[in-house]
């Protein structure tokens, strides 16, 4: 379902820098570019993580999935990068 690479968290320390009880939601948003499903794509925020949340944890930082939105991580693998200081999204 998910994959973040080191580069990925190293961005995500320095330019996201959650809190402790925080994590960083990978939310669905209508358009963008990496489109997963037609017309929607995955985009970040900081925030509190809700309980009933898909939670991931990558050397300390929680990555997590609100339960509304999982229908769209469905029958695929989604691969958090970053490149040149900025996130990239791609679908295996």
Same mark, same amino acid.
């Given at each position: 379902?998910? !994959?973040?690479?080191?580069?990925?968290?190293?961005?995500?320390? !320095?330019?996201? /820098?959650?809190?402790?009880?925080?994590?960083?939601?990978?939310?669905?948003?209508?358009?963008?570019? =990496?489109?997963?499903?037609?017309?929607?794509?995955?985009?970040?925020?900081?925030?509190?993580?809700?309980? /009933?949340?898909?939670?991931?944890?990558?050397?300390?930082?929680?990555?997590?999935?609100?339960?509304?939105?999982?229908?769209?991580?469905?029958? =695929?693998?989604?691969?958090?990068?970053?490149?040149?200081? !900025?996130?990239?999204?791609?679908?295996?």
């Amino acid at each position: 379902m998910l !994959e973040v690479t080191d580069r990925a968290l190293d961005w995500m320390k !320095e330019e996201l /820098d959650p809190e402790e009880g925080q994590g960083v939601n990978i939310y669905v948003r209508y358009g963008g570019e =990496t489109q997963l499903k037609q017309g929607f794509s995955p985009a970040l925020t900081v925030e509190r993580i809700p309980s /009933d949340s898909k939670v991931f944890d990558y050397d300390g930082i929680q990555v997590f999935i609100k339960e509304s939105d999982l229908w769209y991580f469905e029958d =695929t693998e989604l691969v958090i990068d970053s490149e040149d200081d !900025e996130v990239t999204f791609e679908s295996r």
